[in-house]
């Protein structure tokens, strides 16, 4: 009887287990981001004595692997959970299975001197240590941060926190010929992760091998964006993911609904890789036989700058950018950059919509020749939205090629026979969209050229895409409202359909802000280096805001509180205003339901 009054403590199955999930997955996280340390100091700070140094690594490699082996195939096998995907199980089976049986002590089995040297000796345990830390970051949950930070606050906290992580990378020894300062490694890979292009020191000659690897990297992740790639890798190295992860990526991705996410993620990542892989090739048969020096060189050219042009970073790795006189009357290398900096600078919604007329376009084709299936004609397969952003985009181009063909003739082509120019003004039309490429010496650029490249620049590319500025579809937003209100009009008509009012004033508010913080951010540049010039200044904020990275020979003469305005510049301009403004509320999406009467005010 008295036992039957003692109450023991129930064991909660499901709560209990899923607690001890998340103890293993921090585990996992720790030890992975011990030996991602490890490796940084392996691979960047070579100053140590190589052989005690890679003896002692050596031993926390083979230990530290060999348990977190055990603990993917523990969390494998027993928490796939009731939603567990199969390739989930898999992946993390075979990853545990070749971790056990790959990095366990020399004393317990070993696979010959040759395979421990390529193991050990190389780079090839500091990239495994690379990859887990990321997967296992990527697996992290972020329920946590999403309780605490609206979307627009977490999208500004990851970028930020990979612009640091990429300053510290690209001090470390091994990644520059010369130290740099902290102020430099900032502001570079600030202008990576922003996709910028602008550079406090010459990317060809301070940075080595490593470094500009660190460049390409981050370029890559802030133009695709952090929270797609880490997304990616988490919705698919994870069993499941939170309806909070969903929704914030539904809003990043500007999908409808919930059920496409991972989909339309794998296919911004595919698309960006293949359209990269195909610009990279186009570049390397343009070029000249060993033009750079050897066909290495040639190929190691063509992968960076196929990359840098689709993100539209501008960085370069040659001294004089495009300018080089190795280069500089390829055209054929100009056109097939400027191209991938114009499909960068489209947005992922409209190539994902281009993808899906595509397919639908094939499809209807393939049945036609089988089954003689008559065309049937679907109703806006091609978005308004798209329609808009590769109207305004044309529209953009043939102003800017017919500008600059009329106003260079007597400066940067000079010269030039007619072929020549027309590429010349193609490819200036283009890169101040963001891309920050330069096959001129932007000295000798005229004056109504500088102030037709600062619009250019102002624009920038599209929504959901690797560049930056108020965007084309503010910018045609704002020419319709001008028309509606000469006309007398309500609402914005466009194909029988109405544009909303809320898109309408999201726009004038972009435009606004955007001009605040350049008129801002010029004045306090002006306040430290103003004898260099308002234009010049003026110029460059431009530059720094559109994540351009073009420059009139000024951003390396600047002191350091200017590039740390510039820095700030960069980074407000790839967020976006409205972002800014997003992070400034405590509460996201929450509208009110009243109203208060009008009242309208006299505007002449």
């Given amino acids: 009887m008295v036992l039957s009054k003692l109450s023991f403590p129930k064991f909660e199955w499901g709560q209990d287990w899923l607690n001890l999930r998340s103890i293993i997955n921090w585990v996992l996280f720790l030890l992975t981001f011990g030996l991602f340390v490890l490796a940084i100091q392996d691979v960047g700070f070579p100053n140590m004595e190589k052989a005690s140094r890679f003896e002692i690594h050596n ?3 083979q230990v530290f692997y060999s348990i977190i082996g055990v603990l993917y195939i523990i969390r494998s096998i ?13 992946t993390q089976l075979v990853i545990g299975v070749f971790l056990i049986l790959f990095f366990l002590p020399s004393s317990v089995i070993s696979y010959g001197e040759t395979f421990e040297f390529y193991l050990y000796q190389t780079s090839g345990i500091q990239m495994v240590s690379f990859v887990l830390f990321f997967l296992e970051l990527a697996r992290m949950e972020i329920n946590l941060l999403v309780k605490v930070l609206n979307p627009a606050q977490l999208f500004m906290v990851s970028f930020a926190f990979i612009i640091f992580a990429g300053a510290m990378f690209l001090m470390m020894p091994m990644a520059t010929t010369v130290p740099i300062s902290f102020t430099n490694a900032l502001f570079t890979s600030t202008s990576a992760v922003c996709v910028t292009g602008l550079t406090a020191v010459d990317t060809a000659t301070r940075f080595t091998f490593l470094g500009k690897f660190i460049i390409l990297a981050l370029i890559q992740i802030g133009g695709i964006g952090v929270m797609t790639i880490t997304s990616f890798f988490g919705i698919f190295f994870k069993e499941k993911s939170t309806l909070r992860e969903q929704s914030m990526l539904r809003d990043y991705l500007s999908e409808d609904g919930y059920g496409n996410i991972l989909k ?5 990542v595919f698309i960006t890789l293949i359209i990269e892989a195909i610009g ?16 290495s060189d040639n190929l190691k050219f063509s992968i960076f700058h196929s990359i840098s042009a689709f993100c539209n970073a501008g960085f370069s790795t040659l001294t ?26 489209i947005g992922f919604p409209v190539l994902l919509n281009l993808y899906h007329y595509c ?15 008559a065309y049937i004609h679907r109703v806006n397969m091609v978005t308004l939205n798209s329609k808009i952003v590769m109207l305004t985009t044309f529209l953009l181009i043939v102003f800017g090629s017919v500008a600059f063909f009329f106003l260079e003739k007597e400066a940067t082509q000079q010269g030039m026979d007619l072929k020549a120019r027309m590429a010349m003004s193609y490819f200036q039309s283009i890169t101040p969209r963001t891309a920050g490429f330069n096959n001129f010496a932007m000295s000798v650029l005229s004056m109504p050229s500088v102030i037709i490249t600062i619009f250019l620049m102002w624009v920038g590319a599209s929504p959901v895409s690797t560049g930056g500025g108020i965007k084309t579809s503010t910018f045609a937003i704002a020419i319709m409202n001008s028309f509606r209100i ?3 009009h309500n609402h914005i008509e466009i194909n029988r359909y ?9 726009a004038f508010a972009i435009i606004t802000l955007s001009i605040f913080l350049i008129i801002i951010g010029s004045f306090g540049i002006f306040i430290f280096d103003g004898q260099y010039g308002m234009l010049r200044i003026m110029f460059e904020s431009f530059s720094a805001f559109g994540t351009v990275g073009l420059s009139l020979d000024l951003t390396p003469k600047l002191s350091d509180p200017s590039k740390y305005i510039l820095i700030v510049l960069m980074y407000l301009g790839r967020m976006g205003s409205i972002t800014l403004l997003l992070s400034l509320v405590r509460s996201y999406g929450n509208s009110t339901l009243y109203r208060y009467p009008k009242e309208n005010l006299i505007i002449t």
């Fill in 59 to 61: 031993r926390y490699f």
């Fill in 78 to 90: 027993f928490f796939k959970g009731k939603t567990g995907v199969r390739k989930v199980f898999y």
């Fill in 264 to 268: 339309t993620l794998m296919k911004v």
């Fill in 280 to 295: 990279a090739a186009f570049i390397y048969w343009s070029l000249d036989k060993n033009a750079l020096g050897s066909a």
């Fill in 320 to 345: 004089d950018n495009l300018y080089d006189v190795r280069i500089r009357t390829n055209y054929s290398v100009h056109i097939w950059i400027a191209n991938l900096i114009v499909l960068g600078g």
């Fill in 359 to 373: 397919k639908c376009q094939v499809v209807w084709l393939v049945d036609f020749f089988r089954f003689r299936k």
């Fill in 486 to 488: 000469m006309k007398g």
């Fill in 498 to 506: 109405e544009i909303h009012e809320y898109s309408v004033n999201k």
